[in-house]
Structures are given as structure tokens and as C-alpha cells.
């Protein structure tokens, strides 16, 4: 009996699609999950006469499969995976294959590459976009984890990821221990900001100009022919048409409270670590953090007073606003994005490549957009590009957008409309093209109470200085360092 190429643990919605696509791409697939019956439901229905092997236990996994055995996992981060590894690895040999597919965080993937490999075996830990139509027509899949296991395993990854329009892979490798996983997990915190940039323009023409889903179903749908052209353009204009039973729009009765799975967290969390301003993904995350305090805000909204809404003007113009200010801060949101990525790759000693990543990003993940292309083409002409803002096309974009994006911040803060995303997008943006900051003040403010030096425009830096603002307080100084 012929043997296995890959196997997957896991049957839930992810771990199914992926084996179908598997499937359809010719590998013959061994598949388990915890609970055996869902194995007996696929094997006997949707995966009926398929090259799908069902199997009821580890050992009968592992034994069916080709050497060097492959085994895909597809279940919940955490405990969960370690668990899963502690039972794999006394039944696989050197050489061996154990991939996370799952959203683990990647400290987890790191250390469990090292364990995986001190065991002599290997082990990926890749990020999987593109939800479930993603996992059966072709995700983007961001493979990290152990160089060795990469020959085995991008024959199958290059086959059933996404192409883009040329028929390029959108899956390459990224690099070792948890880099795959990093980029997934940055992945996501572009994907907060993209949705909470396209909720704050939606908002703006609802409350603002006071349009109905219908007339923003045609004004998303010519969003979607020029530079905003993406997948989540395309789905808002989907469901601002999207009528419910008695033919009203549904998108008026769904409640306003946002949940979230942790990777937007983790992406800011680890910017705050690497001490870069990851500005418009943390709103994007406070902002459903704030939408979850449902019961608060509505009591709130009887008790705390703004401005009456009120537009005069140019609908038209208005929107062709909203189009330059939800584009400048999308430019402004992958900047920060590649920024932590650029700065996480000195810290953990990867190599990555930034025009690689945003091609992988191109096709089947949720942030695909015509957008990356332009990314890609700015990193294969400056690989060392310091911020995406510099890069000619971005800059060009960016200064032709920001008399409309500054109109609508500043009407959106007249009206009392919070823009949270779009409002910190144009700070960043005001901030890192100032030439001088008021943090001479601020550096001035720490010495006076706490004797932590500065540096002087006058001086070589790196020189600290330390004054005594008060005449009592001497001249000795804090040691000076930066957490």
C-alpha cells in the first residue's frame, strides 16, 4: 500500500480545507484528530473516495506516512501544541517533520525548534493566511522553523499556497525558529489596521454624511478599481449590500462589538519591546478593546456631550477625502509594520526579505492587495530601505493624499468622530518628518527629576550631560540606559 506524502492533525474548519487542497494537488494525505469521530465523518463524506487515509491513533498516523515523515499540526496555540510534540516526537526518527500551522506565538515556535531539533528531529512553524476559502483554493503560507526541513516540505507549501497573477508562489522561506511565525503575527497586526482604517471611513460616511450602506456598497466598489483595490475592500463592499431576511441591509443590526484572537496584542507587545512606533495597529487593537465596553459607552453616551455632526460642502469631494486618508494610512501602517520586522530581524539574527514577504502576501492571505506589488518593486529597488514612506512611489502618494487626509481628521475631530487609526497614522507621519521633536523638553523634564543626563546639540553623541536644575541637588547622575 502506497504511503502517505503528509499528515494532519486537526479536522476543524483550517485543518479540513488544507487537506482537501492537499489532496487536489495530488498528495495522498493521512489525517487524525483527538476526537476520532470527525475523522470517521470526513473520511465517509466530504473526503469520500479521495487519497485521504483516515487513521485513529498517533501510532497508525505516523506509520502510514513516507519517510522523512511529515506531520502537520492544525490545532489551538498554546498547551496544546507542546502536548501534541511530547507525544510525536518518541515516535518519529532523525529527520522527521513536525509543522505548526497554527497562529503560535513565536517565542513558542523558537523554543520549540530548538527542543524539536536537540530530539534529532525537524521542525516549521508556519503562518497560514487566508481563512477557510484561503486553506482550500490556495493560502499564503509563511514558512520559518528549521532550514533543513524546507526541501521536504516546499514541494507541498509551493503547490497548494495561492500564485500570484504571473504564477509566482505566495509562500517562500522566511527564515529560522519563529520567523515565519513573526511575519504571520505581523500579518495579522497590518490586518487589524486595515479593517479598523476601512471601520473609520465607513463611519465617517454613515454618520457624517449620512449615507446608506447601499450608496457605500458604490463608493467601496470604486474604491476597490484604483490603489485600494483588496480583498477587504472587496468583502466591505459585499456586506454593505448584503440584505437580511425582510430585505433590509444586515450590517444595521449587527452589534458594534469587536473581538479578537491575540495576534494584533502580540504585534504591538513585541513593537513595545523593539521600541518602534507601531502606532496604528495598537489603535486598531485599543479600538476593539473599546468596543467591547458596550454596556459602558452606551451609558456614556447619555452623560458626555460633543458637537452636533454637521457637513456643508461636496459629498463627492468628501469621499474623494476619505479614498486619500484611508490610502496615506495604509502607507503609513505597513511602514510601522516593516519597521518592526526590519528591527525584530537584527535582534533574533534572521534574513529576511522584505520584497519576498510582501509577495507572499500578494495572493490568499486577508491583507492581499495590489498595494504589496508596489511594496515588493520598493524593496527589490532599495533592499535596505529604512521606512516604506521614503520609497519614491510611497512618497509621491503621500504628499498628493494629505490635504484630504488632514481635512478629515480635522472633520472628524469637529464633528466628534473618533479616527483613531487615521488620526495617529497623520501624527506618525508629521513625526518622523519633523526635523526636531520636543523631546529636548521631555529629556530635560527626566534630568530634573531624576538626574537621567541628556545629550547636547553641541556635543558628539553619545556624550551625557547632567544639570542641576535646582542648585541642591549635586551633580552626581543616574546611569544612563534605555529599556
Given amino acids: ?76 496555540a498554546g498547551e496544546a501544541v507542546d502536548g501534541m510534540i511530547d507525544k510525536l516526537v518518541p515516535l518519529l526518527e532523525p529527520g522527521d517533520i513536525i509543522i505548526d500551522g497554527g497562529n503560535s506565538h ?59 497573477e504571473d504564477g509566482s508562489p505566495c509562500c517562500d522561506w522566511v527564515g529560522e525558529n519563529g520567523a515565519g511565525h513573526f511575519v504571520k503575527m505581523v500579518h495579522n497586526g497590518i490586518e487589524y489596521g486595515d479593517m479598523q482604517l476601512i471601520c473609520e471611513s465607513y463611519q465617517l460616511m454613515r454618520d457624517l454624511l449620512g449615507l446608506s450602506p447601499d450608496e457605500m456598497h458604490g463608493i467601496f466598489e470604486e474604491f476597490n478599481k484604483g490603489d485600494l483595490d483588496s480583498y477587504l475592500i472587496q468583502i466591505t463592499r459585499d456586506i454593505l449590500a448584503f440584505k437580511d431576511e425582510d430585505g433590509s441591509p444586515i450590517i444595521d443590526r449587527i452589534l458594534d462589538t469587536a473581538g479578537q484572537k491575540g495576534t494584533g496584542k502580540w504585534t504591538v507587545i513585541s513593537a513595545l519591546d523593539e521600541g518602534i512606533p507601531l502606532t496604528l495597529i495598537g489603535e486598531a487593537v485599543f479600538s476593539r478593546c473599546l468596543s467591547a465596553m458596550k454596556e459602558e459607552r452606551v451609558s456614556a453616551s447619555k452623560k458626555l456631550h460633543g458637537p452636533e455632526k454637521s457637513f456643508e460642502g461636496s459629498r463627492e469631494a468628501f469621499i474623494e477625502d476619505i479614498k486619500n486618508a484611508l490610502f496615506a494610512s495604509k502607507i503609513v501602517s505597513y511602514a510601522q509594520g516593516y519597521s518592526l520586522m526590519r528591527s525584530a530581524a537584527s535582534a533574533y539574527g534572521w534574513n529576511l526579505n522584505y520584497g519576498g514577504i510582501a509577495l507572499m502576501w500578494r495572493g490568499g492571505c486577508i491583507i492581499r492587495s495590489r498595494f504589496l506589488g508596489k511594496i515588493k518593486e520598493a524593496f527589490d529597488e532599495d533592499p535596505s530601505l529604512p521606512n516604506l514612506m521614503l520609497a519614491p512611489f510611497f512618497t509621491e502618494k503621500l504628499e498628493k493624499a494629505q490635504e484630504g487626509w488632514r481635512r478629515v481628521c480635522a472633520a472628524a475631530v469637529m464633528n466628534g468622530i473618533p479616527v483613531p487609526a487615521m488620526s495617529t497614522a497623520l501624527s506618525y507621519y508629521d513625526g518622523y518628518r519633523t526635523e526636531n521633536l520636543p523631546a529636548n523638553l521631555l529629556q530635560a523634564q527626566r534630568d530634573y527629576f531624576g538626574a537621567h543626563t541628556y545629550e547636547r546639540t553641541d556635543a558628539p553623541r553619545g556624550t551625557f550631560f547632567h544639570t542641576n536644575w535646582t542648585g541642591t541637588g549635586g551633580n552626581t547622575a543616574a546611569t544612563n540606559y534605555t529599556v
Fill in 106 to 164: 513565536f517565542p513558542d515556535t523558537s523554543r520549540r525548534t530548538a527542543y524539536v531539533e536537540s530530539k534529532g528531529l525537524l521542525y516549521v512553524g508556519t503562518g497560514v493566511s487566508g481563512g477557510e476559502e484561503g486553506a482550500l483554493r490556495g493560502p499564503s503560507l509563511m514558512p520559518g522553523g528549521s532550514p533543513a526541513a524546507w526541501p521536504s516540505v516546499r514541494p507541498i507549501f509551493q503547490a497548494i499556497c495561492a500564485k500570484t
Fill in 1 to 76: 500500500m502506497k504511503k502517505s506524502d503528509i499528515g494532519l492533525i486537526g479536522l476543524a474548519v483550517m485543518g479540513e480545507n488544507l487537506v482537501m487542497n492537499m489532496e487536489s494537488h495530488g498528495f495522498t494525505v493521512s489525517v487524525f484528530n483527538r476526537t476520532t469521530e470527525k475523522v470517521t465523518n470526513f473520511v465517509e463524506g466530504r473526503a469520500k473516495g479521495k487519497n485521504i487515509v483516515g487513521t485513529y491513533s498517533l501510532e497508525e498516523l505516523v506509520a502510514s506516512l513516507e519517510k522523512p515523515r511529515k506531520i502537520m499540526l492544525m490545532i489551538k
